[in-house]
Every structure is written in C-alpha cells, then in structure tokens.
C-alpha cells in the first residue's frame, strides 16, 4: 500500500489507496460490475491481449501528446467518462474532477446523475460535455440541454446503454440499491469511516444537483433517485437520436456503442463521435469489451466519425494500443474516481498525472514523437484474436513501407483510420 497520493505509482496503487478511504458499501458502488462481472474484468485484461511493437532509432528526444478533435485541443488524448454522484467518494466531488481535467488539458464530461450544478461546473472554464439521458418525460431531456447550452458545454454525449438498470449485486448486498437499505455489516462499515462518514453526516446533503426543484420536485436524495429511475425510457430509438441531432448543434457523442451495425446508424445521422462502451462492465455481462470492437468499428465507419475508446483503462500503454488500434482517444471513469476517493482535488490530479507520463514513456519506448505517428502497424493481436487479425491485415495491404515520420505539433485525429489500405498508415 503506497504512503499516501504523492507514493502512488500507478492507478493500481489509487485504487489501494481508494479501497481503504471508502466504506464497503461506497467502494463496492464504485468498483462493482454486472452479474459476475466478467465484462468488467474483461475490459481491462483484453489489453493483455494485444502486443506493441516498438520501432528503434527514430530521435525520440521530443514527444508530442496534444491532439485536436472536436474542435478541442487536448495535453494528451484521454477524456474523463461521466461518472454519477462523484460527491459520494469526496466532498470536492465533480468540482475537483473538472479542475484537475482543465489544468492537463482535458474535456471533462459531466454526468445527468451529477452532485454538482451544470452552471457550477461550466465556471471552472476548462472544456467540457454533458452527458445526457433520453428521459421519458422529454421535456426533462430538453431542459437539461438548454441548460447545458447556456452555459457554453462543448457538446452532449447520449448514453443509450442504460434502457434498463444493470444487476449489480455487490450493491445488492449491501444495501445501495433504492431504496436505500442498509443491513448492519454496512452500518458498521460506514461507522468505522469516519473520516468519509462525518462529512457526510454533517457536511453539505449529497443530491443529484440538476435534478431538485420545478418537475423534480425536492424528496429525498432517494426519492429524486427513483424518480430518475422511473424516468429511464426503454422505448427510446435511432428517432431520438434523430431528435437530438436536429436540436443540438455542437458536437454530439453517442455512448454505449458495441455493434459495428450501430456505429454505421449512428453516424449516418451525423453523430460527430461515437464512445464504444459497456459502460464499466456495470449493464450487460457478458458483452465484448470495447477494445475487441474498435478495430471492426472503425473499419465499419471508416474515417468519418470520432473514435473514443471507454472502459478497462488502467495504463499509458492501454492508451497506445487503443490509438494503434484506431481510435482516437481514450476515454477513464474510476481510474480518476480512484483518486478522488484516495485523495480528493489532488488525487484526481495524480491520476491524470500517471496517465499522461506512462503515455509519453510509452511513446517515446515505442518510437513514436506525436500521436499521428501510432498506427496499426505498432500492435498485433496474440492468442486467439491473433489469427483472424492477420487475415485481416493481410486482405487489406496494412503493412506499408516505413512512412515518413510527422512533423511534431498537434495533430488533427480526426479521420484516422487504423487500416487505411495501400497508403502509408
Ligand atoms: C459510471 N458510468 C456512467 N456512465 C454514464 O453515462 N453516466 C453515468 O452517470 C455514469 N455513472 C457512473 C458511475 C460510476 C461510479 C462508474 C464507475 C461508472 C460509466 C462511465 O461513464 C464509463 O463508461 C466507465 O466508467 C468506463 O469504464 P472504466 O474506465 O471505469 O473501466
């Protein structure tokens, strides 16, 4: 166990360090997956799976991690996930988040399920989206939106994976479901947190913040919960993604993408960038991970619509493999709730801080100055995805001669795509 944020070596150690600062109850919200959560597992163990390929003697004394997409530039290409009631993990909660993600350059998305206001955030100043739910009761959907809209968000991310509620069972058992029931092992779990459990008592009421007052009403915290719970629409479709892209007009990110089938849908109706995503391993257990898809989606999509790899990223090396692999950033979600558990505003701030050095470490191992230069010949799969990959890159030509290596700079990554045929990837 590391002696404290500044001694945590890597998102492993935050998560130690996050493990002991949060009740059971707390962690295992954070932590848990669906069923028995082998898609969780999976997410990050995949990246086992694919091998780098590092080219030698290529002057690596400059390295250059910004990219530009979405008409964002980014310090390094990672994108904090919408992740729900950061105030649960500490007080500084989704605040502490947006600031550490401004200070290195990165968009932030703030989650519907937020504790912390749309406007509160906005005042940080660093880039950011919303990140939305299609409610039942749209008028609830569009409010959010022009609320979003005033307050200068970059874009919306629609989650679309969340038609129904996964089976959490840690959550389950120890009573973070709603209604809220706590048998007495969580009780004494919270009780002997008391440097989590006191602010709570006594600190300022953790509630979803953009969903108190007018058609929310002012309940309880669970009572608010369950009402957004009642409010989550199976019926929704491609119609209201439809909807969506006619009412806003900044970028527009669809999250919950698996299928190469939907990626096509999706971007046929002029989605800007697609997160493929199982949503933590927290829905369908069982589904692939996000990393086995990217390379059939952006095959299927071609080079027309962002990439955004999200889930199982724990390393900088995970980063390289999803880029080499065709996307064009990476999306986190408990890597930094880990730091903000582990050690609020700082925390946060050393998550982003390992990320982003293991990244460039990585880069320059590899042979790599600036993002345009990792491409698909930098990674092959091994074990059973090994064979069909080579099938694949045989087929199209995807090992070209050495190209030319890019000038450092900013990279526009938009459009890249990880097997480009014939041409020098
Ligand atoms: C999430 N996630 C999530 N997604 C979303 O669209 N809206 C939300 O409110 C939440 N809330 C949420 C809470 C917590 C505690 C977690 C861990 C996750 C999913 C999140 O955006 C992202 O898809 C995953 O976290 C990515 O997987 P990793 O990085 O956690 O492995």
Redesign the pocket.
């Known amino acids: 166990m590391p002696n404290g944020i500044a001694a945590a070596r890597n998102i492993a150690d935050l998560q130690l360090l996050a493990r002991k600062a949060l009740p059971g109850p707390v962690w295992n919200?954070?932590e848990g997956g669906a069923d028995d959560e082998v898609t969780k597992r999976r997410?990050?163990a995949i990246f086992d799976d694919v091998l780098l390929t590092p080219e030698i003697l290529t002057d690596v004394s400059n390295i250059d991690t910004r990219i530009s997409m979405l008409n964002i530039d980014f310090g390094f290409p990672v994108i904090m996930?919408?992740?729900?009631?950061s105030q649960l993990f500490h007080p500084s909660g989704e605040m502490a988040v947006a600031r550490a993600a401004a200070d290195h350059a990165v968009p932030y998305a703030l989650?519907?399920?937020a504790t912390t206001t749309i406007e509160e955030v906005a005042q940080i100043g660093g880039r950011r989206f919303f990140?939305l739910y299609c409610f039942k009761d749209r008028r609830l959907t569009s409010e959010l939106l022009d609320r979003a809209k005033a307050s200068g968000y970059d874009g919306i991310?629609l989650?679309a994976d969340t038609p129904v509620s996964g089976n959490r069972e840690r959550d389950l058992v120890s009573g973070m479901s709603v209604p809220m029931k706590f048998p007495l092992k969580s009780l004494i779990d919270f009780s002997l947190h008391p440097k989590w459990s006191l602010p709570m008592l006594f600190g300022k009421r953790v509630a979803l913040a953009n969903m108190t007052g007018g058609h929310w009403g002012t309940g309880s915290a669970a009572g608010v919960i369950a009402m957004v719970n009642g409010q989550m629409d199976r019926s929704i479709t491609w119609k209201d993604l439809d909807w969506l892209r006619a009412t806003w007009n900044g970028s527009l990110i669809l999250?919950g993408v698996s299928a190469p089938i939907d990626a096509v849908e999706a971007a046929k109706i002029g989605c800007d960038g697609l997160m493929i995503?199982n949503?933590?391993g927290?829905q369908l257990d069982g589904a692939v991970t996000p990393l086995e898809q990217l390379p059939h989606i952006r095959d299927a999509v071609g080079d027309a619509v962002v990439l955004i790899l999200?889930?199982?990223?724990r390393r900088g090396t995970h980063i390289l493999k999803a880029l080499a692999l065709g996307a064009d950033a990476c999306?986190?979600?408990?890597?930094y709730?880990f730091g903000l558990a582990a050690g609020g505003p700082a925390g946060v701030h050393r998550a982003l801080q390992i990320l982003r050095t293991e990244f460039e470490r990585g880069m320059a191992l590899l042979g790599v100055r600036c993002v345009a230069d990792i491409r698909s010949r930098h990674v092959r799969w091994s074990g059973q995805q090994a064979a069909t990959d080579f099938a694949v890159r045989l087929e199209r030509n995807a090992w070209p001669n050495r190209p030319e290596t890019s000038d450092n700079g900013p990279w526009t990554a938009v459009g890249r795509s990880a097997f480009s045929p014939g041409k020098a990837v």
């Open positions: 919200y954070l997410n990050t996930s919408p992740t729900g009631m989650s519907t399920m990140q991310i989650t999250k995503s949503h933590g927290r999200d889930g199982g990223v999306a986190i979600g408990r890597p709730i």
